[in-house]
């Protein structure tokens, strides 16, 4: 069941089920609520422009890319297939899960599910960068598409936080903030996180997600001054580091 090969199959069956239930939640009002309005509803100081969820499409578009990759590459193991598809196959159900119940608004479990999703995808990214001496397929093809993968749910990580906690506050079971405040530790947050995966993986692209969405959450705010500037600054921050990384190794190869 487990062979390299059935493992292929099952990484095609894993992505085809995302993908079916990602355009349901997209074409249906699941939930009695199409995706837009649910946004609308759930308005958050960390809401980016709309144009920032563009950013799904590339990352549905590069896991397709991988799992085609590795369905037609047999320079991996057995072992090393195994462990990919048992990861990737929790991603998807995560991915699945935290869709269906944001859709149903059950807020608490659906961060919990996009915490699963969120620890999964870092196991995956671990995983996918296990090769000491990567071919320009293998960066193209499986690193790059979890990189980004993962750098963009840690942005929706915290976007959903925010949400929750804005929930929490109008239901009083915290107490209130000046809302930016908080909004603006999370962005703090989410760029020393980066940094600190970048610090022990040197993964150029990982930082970008997250540059993209601050610096949509910066245009999305830019009358509140301080989520404006918080954000502005750590999305330049993410970009220089992501530049920086690159220009190192192109320094290295050289």
């Given at each position: 069941?487990?062979?390299?090969?059935?493992?292929?199959?099952?990484?095609?069956?894993?992505?085809?089920?995302?993908?079916?239930?990602?355009?349901?939640?997209?074409?249906?009002?699941?939930?009695?609520?199409?995706?837009?309005?649910?946004?609308?509803?759930?308005?958050?100081?960390?809401?980016?422009?709309?144009y920032?969820?563009?950013?799904w499409?590339?990352?549905?578009?590069?896991?397709?890319?991988?799992?085609?990759?590795?369905?037609?590459?047999?320079?991996?193991?057995?072992r090393?297939?195994?462990?990919f598809?048992?990861?990737?196959?929790?991603?998807?159900?995560?991915?699945?899960?935290?869709?269906?119940?944001?859709?149903?608004?059950?807020?608490p479990?659906?961060?919990g599910?996009?915490?699963?999703?969120?620890?999964?995808?870092?196991?995956?990214?671990?995983?996918?960068?296990?090769?000491l001496?990567p071919?320009?397929?293998?960066?193209?093809?499986?690193?790059?598409?979890?990189?980004?993968?993962?750098?963009?749910?840690?942005?929706?990580?915290?976007?959903?936080?925010?949400?929750?906690?804005?929930?929490?506050?109008?239901?009083?079971?915290?107490?209130?903030?000046?809302?930016?405040?908080?909004?603006?530790?999370?962005?703090?947050?989410?760029?020393?996180?980066?940094?600190?995966?970048?610090?022990?993986?040197?993964?150029?692209?990982?930082?970008?997600?997250?540059?993209?969405?601050?610096?949509?959450?910066?245009d999305?705010?830019?009358d509140?001054?301080?989520?404006?500037?918080?954000?502005?600054?750590?999305?330049?921050?993410?970009?220089?580091?992501s530049?920086s990384?690159?220009?190192i190794?192109?320094?290295?190869r050289?």
């Amino acid at each position: 069941m487990f062979n390299s090969k059935a493992c292929r199959w099952w990484n095609v069956l894993f992505f085809l089920v995302l993908m079916a239930v990602t355009i349901m939640a997209e074409a249906f009002p699941l939930g009695g609520a199409k995706a837009g309005e649910l946004s609308n509803r759930y308005f958050s100081r960390l809401t980016p422009e709309g144009y920032a969820f563009i950013i799904w499409n590339i990352v549905y578009l590069l896991i397709g890319c991988a799992v085609v990759y590795l369905w037609r590459q047999k320079k991996h193991d057995s072992r090393w297939m195994r462990t990919f598809t048992v990861r990737f196959g929790l991603s998807c159900l995560f991915h699945i899960s935290w869709l269906l119940l944001w859709r149903y608004e059950y807020l608490p479990l659906s961060f919990g599910a996009l915490l699963l999703l969120l620890l999964s995808l870092f196991l995956l990214h671990r995983h996918t960068r296990s090769a000491l001496r990567p071919d320009l397929g293998e960066i193209w093809f499986v690193r790059l598409p979890f990189s980004l993968y993962l750098g963009w749910v840690l942005t929706a990580t915290l976007i959903h936080l925010q949400i929750l906690m804005q929930h929490a506050v109008s239901t009083r079971l915290l107490p209130g903030l000046p809302a930016d405040v908080p909004a603006a530790g999370l962005l703090i947050v989410g760029a020393a996180v980066v940094f600190l995966l970048v610090s022990r993986t040197r993964d150029a692209v990982l930082p970008l997600p997250m540059a993209w969405g601050f610096a949509a959450i910066a245009d999305k705010h830019s009358d509140e001054r301080l989520l404006f500037v918080t954000a502005g600054l750590a999305a330049a921050l993410l970009f220089l580091l992501s530049a920086s990384l690159l220009f190192i190794r192109a320094r290295e190869r050289d």
